[in-house]
């Protein structure tokens, strides 16, 4: 029988990589799942429900560990961690993998180590795409929390005591999160307008009912990888864009940046003079922070002011809500063990060659594998 470990976060991730739909899911394919006890707490997996779905708790990390062959986390787990596991387990996590300094000593374990962040963009595999299913969430609560510092309403509102003009909400970046921060914000009833370098999310944001802003020249019409990602752009589209970018950002009461590029520091959208342009009291969300930030003068896990403008640098913001995020992201990891699975007899098995497999697998018998990570391991 296969037993899957569950074990704590560490104290500034209250996510965790189960939930009691999904111990009851993994038990049902077969497995023994083995939490580590209070590893649900903050996210409001308490340990009674946890066992009443089939888990056994496990009093520390080391015994949820021993000898296991799947190791689920939400962080990258520690090397003491892994060692604890069946030779040649099984873990499965947000690896961070461009950090060769982590990801290094976990492979020479000789575990089978796969990134939840290298899922392929492909139908088959978007129940598993751990990016989406928390930069949604992200998207969502960068919208609530910009509401909650602007201290004033967001839709507009016709009283007799005269009328309040609505808030106007600027998403810089438009994947998963931006999508979600366009559609809280009309929800809210903002007047919103969001911008990107990849011209398929023009029409994704006239049909939210926000306005598109960007120069749309050839080499915006190029401006998009197979994979759906935004390419590097050019120093001279650069300029054109962000001068475009400078006269809009002055009359915009939120804005909310969530530009990235896998493995790579986050582009820098908003100068500190652009930030100066703004009206006092307006507010930026950086969701790229962890990277470095959108924002020139984002501080990283920090809220600063900044010519009276406050400036969110938050490192973990599905993570605020840590409910949604657990539920999702354990469904994205039992969506993707189960590929291992033959349901006829129970067994557990890795097809090598599934094309989900060799896209999240980075690392195998004491090896780095992973293409996108080769060249820095030769």
């Known amino acids: 029988m296969v037993t899957i470990a569950v074990t704590a976060e560490g104290p500034d991730e209250p996510r965790v990589a189960v939930s009691p739909e999904t111990v009851r899911k993994l038990t049902g394919l077969g497995a023994t799942v083995r939490v ?31 000898g296991a062959d799947v190791l689920l986390k939400v962080r990258r787990p520690s090397v003491d961690e892994v060692r604890g596991l069946k030779p040649g387990a099984v873990v499965a996590a947000i690896l961070d993998p461009y950090d060769r300094a982590g990801l290094d000593p976990l492979a020479g374990t000789n575990a089978n180590l796969f990134s939840m962040e290298f899922m392929p ?5 978007q129940s598993m795409d751990v990016l989406s299913s928390q930069a949604n969430l992200a998207g969502y609560k960068a919208v609530v929390d910009a509401a909650s510092l602007f201290g004033q309403a967001l839709p507009m509102m016709m009283t007799p005591a005269g009328t309040v003009p609505a808030t106007k ?27 990107d370098v990849r011209p398929a999310t023009k029409e994704q944001v006239a049909s939210l ?58 582009p820098r959208l908003i100068t500190r003079a652009m930030v100066d342009s ?14 470095g930030g959108n924002c020139e003068a984002t501080v990283p896990g920090e809220t600063v002011e900044v010519s009276d403008v406050k400036i969110v640098g938050p490192l973990n913001l599905a993570g605020t809500i840590p ?30 060659d599934d094309d989900i497999v060799k896209g999240t697998l980075v690392a195998r018998d004491g090896q780095i594998v992973h293409p996108s990570l080769a060249p820095q391991s030769a």
Do not use: C
């Not at 050839?218 to 475009?244: I, N």
């Not at 703004?278 to 969300?285: D, R």
């Not at 063990?337 to 097809?351: H, Q």
């Open 278 to 291: 703004m009206k006092p009291g307006s507010v930026i969300v950086d969701l790229a922070a962890e990277r």
């Open 209 to 266: 009912g926000a306005k598109f802003v960007a120069v749309e020249d050839d080499e915006f019409k190029e401006a998009q990888t197979a994979a759906g990602y935004a390419k590097p752009m050019s120093a001279e589209y650069q300029a054109k864009q962000a001068e475009l970018i400078a006269d809009h950002i002055k009359i915009q009461d939120i804005v909310i940046t969530t530009a990235l590029i896998p493995g790579r520091p986050a």
């Open 323 to 352: 409910v949604n995020a657990s539920s999702l992201y354990a469904k994205n990891l039992y969506a993707f063990l189960e590929l291992f699975f033959d349901k006829k007899d129970k067994s557990f098995r890795i097809d090598w």
């Open 36 to 66: 580590e006890t209070g590893a649900g707490r903050r996210a409001r997996f308490s340990d009674d429900a946890l066992k009443a779905a089939g888990a056994e708790i496990a009093s520390t990390a080391a015994e949820a560990v021993s």
């Open 169 to 195: 909400v600027f998403i810089m970046g438009v994947g998963v999160a931006g999508l979600q921060a366009i559609a809280t914000a009309r929800r809210l009833g903002a007047i919103v307008s969001a911008t």
């Open 121 to 125: 963009r492909t139908t088959r595999a």
